[in-house]
């Protein structure tokens, strides 16, 4: 069986009698992306800072690496690394000084070569003796970025590292992701970008205080929207909605020469389906499953839980 | 204890950059220091006329009140700095970043104390230095020995052991606060007003009754030490990091 990287049982934390996150249990594995899916105020932060040791549970227990996020925080937050929210910066101090003060406080060598690392690979070599203050947003998310990495942490938690970034810095960021995770490491993404997520994350949960959904991102698709096909037609059927007439099918919508309809069981009832279709004059160019993107699962999802 | 120190040089390293508020701290207020005592050695007036009594007693109530000007320098100068210390942070938002490594609530605390302690009480003991130079000039010969020989050793144990201590309460005792406290401003306000003047109020009485015994100094000193270390202990069951996280946005 794999490690487990994250495990939280039952973790929950109440804010002055609102429950921000509810009965939270879920385990993420060494090495694995995990997407962390929700609206705002879902309760994604508060559940980052609870599981990197930095506020405490109302009730429930975590696990990073093993070790007990209420028992040791101290030892919890020296293995993990928080790209936290809003980058808190020290904005009179240079890019470089900031990073020397983080590797500092970490104990790294003096003479660490992590930070000229970070900075040359994102671009901010040139820029180490500015003030932070002198600084983009983006420049800044990616400094930020650079602190969360530079202890070199197992596990690593990312709340909207993507925020605020342009194209280009943004997919620095999601390949930097991707290279993170070639080296094993394990990443807890908190992001509202979907195609982010689908991109790159290996399992997705969807929290909203509970956690509504779990899966990768196929299954959560395949779950949801798996019995739904699509048929191409070369021009469009007349009042097809009387004539067509078969107990299994769920739901019909034609949109022109297009027709997406729900089954059953689409593996038993497509042939049967399709002859129909013939029957009724209908020249067939495809059939196939119906792609959904992981935006419609989301908000189907987060609106199935509001109601 | 390493971290503290990184923490305490950030802040410098900061501070460094801050502008005005850093030189009226480290420039203007000791230069009004030595001002006001220059002015008062000028104002006594001819000191050789007076009589060995009297002019025993002159020098005593004087140079009494130069060291307590002295010992309370250090407690003053940090206020304005120590409460700016936390704002900032929580300006930049820099503090949950800070709270995600390992640096423990305790180390925070006492680097952000000790970075506004620790130049208090080098800008004292250098405008002690000036001030010893120029009074030393304005006596008359002979008396800078019954000061020295009266007041040599009070004067040591104040601004090595007594008045660094003392400034660390105080200190504290604001930071303390500060965290507890929702806004800047009010901390500000609450240190400035309540706390300060209870401390200084306290501390004064405390060091004019042990004042010309440096043995009762170095005792209060010694539990100024131990009262610091328990008020330690207390800011840090006060400084609770969730609400600094959650509080302060
Ligand atoms: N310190 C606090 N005091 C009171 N309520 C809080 C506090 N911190 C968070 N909350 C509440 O907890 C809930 C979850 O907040 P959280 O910041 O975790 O959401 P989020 O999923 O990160 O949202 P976003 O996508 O906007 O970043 C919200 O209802 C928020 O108002
Ligand atoms: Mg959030």
Wanted: a neutral charge.
């Amino acid at each position: 069986m794999a490690t487990c990287a994250i495990l939280a049982e039952e973790l929950s934390r109440r804010f002055d009698g609102r429950l921000a996150v509810d009965r939270l249990s879920l385990a993420v594995y060494e090495g694995e992306v995990f997407g962390f899916l929700g609206p705002n105020g879902a309760g994604k932060t508060t559940t980052v800072r609870m599981l990197a040791g930095l506020i405490a549970p109302t009730s429930g227990r975590a696990l990073i690496a093993g070790v007990d996020v209420v028992a040791e925080p101290q030892r919890v937050r020296s293995l993990v690394g928080v790209l936290t929210e809003s980058p808190g910066l020290y904005e009179k101090l240079s890019v470089w000084q900031n990073l020397q003060f983080y590797a500092d406080l970490y104990g790294l060598a003096p003479s660490t070569p992590q930070i000229e690392r970070y900075l040359r690979l994102f671009d901010l070599w040139e820029r180490r003796f500015d003030p932070v203050s002198a600084l983009s947003k983006g420049m800044k998310q990616k400094l930020a970025l650079a602190r969360s990495l530079l202890h070199d942490p197992k596990v690593l938690f990312l709340d909207e590292p993507t925020a605020g970034l342009d194209p280009e810095a943004a997919k620095t960021v999601r390949d930097l992701i991707a290279a993170l995770s070639q080296e094993r490491r394990t990443i807890f993404l908190c992001t509202h970008n979907l195609h982010e997520a689908e991109q790159l994350c290996d399992r997705i949960g969807l929290i909203k205080q509970r956690l509504l959904k779990v899966g990768t991102p196929h299954q959560l698709k395949r779950e949801l929207y798996g019995h739904q096909i699509v048929v191409d037609l070369k021009k469009p059927l007349e009042s097809l909605d009387s004539q067509l007439n078969l107990p299994f099918v769920k739901g019909l919508r034609v949109e022109q020469t297009r027709l997406v309809i729900e089954l059953e069981n689409p593996q038993e009832q497509n042939p049967l389906l399709v002859r129909r279709l013939v029957e009724l004059g209908a020249e067939i160019q495809f059939v196939r499953e119906a792609d959904r993107s992981l935006e419609d699962v989301y908000l189907q999802l987060v609106r199935e839980e509001s109601l | 204890m390493r971290r503290v120190w990184v923490v305490v040089l950030k802040e410098w390293r900061e501070a460094l950059k801050g502008g005005k508020l850093l030189w009226v701290g480290t420039v203007a207020l000791p230069v009004i220091l030595l001002g006001i005592s220059v002015y008062m050695m000028l104002s006594v007036g001819d000191l050789s006329a007076l009589e060995d009594e009297d002019l025993k007693m002159v020098l005593h109530t004087l140079f009494s009140v130069f060291l307590l000007y002295f010992m309370l320098f250090p407690m003053i100068i940090p206020n304005a700095i120590s409460v700016y210390a936390i704002m900032s942070e929580k300006e930049q938002k820099s503090l949950e970043p800070l709270l995600a490594t390992p640096l423990q609530t305790w180390e925070l605390f006492l680097a952000k104390v000790l970075s506004a302690v620790i130049p208090a009480v080098v800008i004292t003991w250098a405008t002690f230095g000036v001030f010893v130079l120029i009074v030393g000039q304005m006596l008359p010969a002979g008396l800078w020995e019954i000061v020295w020989r009266d007041f040599g050793i009070a004067a040591l144990v104040t601004l090595v052991l007594f008045a660094p201590l003392a400034s660390v309460f105080v200190t504290m005792t604001s930071m303390a606060i500060a965290t507890r406290t929702s806004d800047a401003r009010s901390a500000q306000l609450l240190s400035s007003f309540v706390v300060l003047p209870i401390a200084l109020w306290a501390l004064v009485s405390i060091y004019q009754n042990a004042l010309l015994q440096p043995a009762n100094l170095v005792g209060v000193s010694l539990l100024l030490l131990g009262l610091n270390i328990v008020l330690l202990k207390i800011a840090v069951r006060l400084f609770r990091r969730e609400e600094i996280l959650t509080r302060w946005r």
